[in-house]
């Protein structure tokens, strides 16, 4: 039996806590395999948001258990819409703006202001997109889904504003680079995975790579939601204080 359990907020206590349960990385091997394919995906999701729910009620680990794929994936479909929402959506924005504005360039023969405007555009794409990653929106907006169980909150401005709000901010932005530290894993094995796509590797051996950045960026996420939901309970303490 596991008795409730404060959350971590340093990543080796984070990740010591998610490898106390003897299945850890069986279950990450499985939602690797899952998230590799386009089907899986909101299974791998659905399961790090089910651990998201489970930390906030005090329960970590055991980590979620096999059960019900069908809410699964449907709450994983709803935490893969948060990602969209914040990461695709302001480059799809921008990629619009991008098209339009060039054609509007060259229809009116003003193409010496082409590349310098278009530089522009992508440069203030760019700045959005690591703005939202900084911040942390999509961790950010899976604790108010977990939460409340409201997609449409958790798509709103209310995540961005929940970002910036002290005493929330401090709090996030400590978690944010403490969650980054536990992608390392990964990262390496992104590297080898290209070096093996470089060397034009068996098939097989590339699909393993694959597999276990993958299952490493499972792992991550899990380590993630602990260190979020710490600092989301930090912040409400010193609001309650």
Not at 72 to 95: H, S
Not at 111 to 131: C, R
Not at 181 to 188: G, R
Request: glycine residues 8%.
């Amino acid at each position: 039996m596991y008795a409730p359990l404060p959350s971590p907020t340093t990543m080796p206590a984070a990740v010591a806590l998610v490898c106390r349960d003897p299945a850890w990385w069986r279950k990450c091997l499985l939602h690797g395999a899952l998230a590799m394919t386009i089907i899986g995906l909101p299974l791998a999701t659905g399961f790090i948001m089910e651990s998201y729910d489970n930390t906030r009620r005090g329960f970590p680990i055991p980590l979620p258990p096999w059960r019900d794929w069908t809410l699964r994936a449907l709450t994983g479909i709803f935490a893969l819409l948060i990602d969209l929402a914040f990461f695709l959506l302001p480059l799809m924005v921008g990629g619009l703006t991008l098209g339009c504005v060039g054609l509007a360039l060259v229809l009116a023969a003003q193409t010496a202001l082409l590349e310098p405007i278009m530089y522009s555009i992508v440069v203030l794409m760019g700045l959005v997109w690591l703005f939202f990653f900084l911040i942390g929106v999509a961790p950010i907006g899976r604790l108010i889904f977990a939460e409340e169980g409201q997609i449409e909150r958790a798509l709103s401005i209310e995540t961005v504003r929940r970002a910036l709000q002290p005493p929330y901010r401090a709090h996030f932005w400590r978690a944010r680079w403490a969650s980054l530290a536990a992608y390392l894993p990964a990262a390496v094995i992104a590297l080898i995975t290209g070096s093996l796509v470089t060397i034009n590797a068996p098939l097989v051996v590339i699909g393993l790579a694959g597999w276990l950045l993958c299952s490493a960026g499972v792992f991550a996420q899990l380590v993630g939601a602990q260190l979020y939901v710490a600092a989301e309970r930090q912040a409400q303490r010193e609001l309650r204080a």
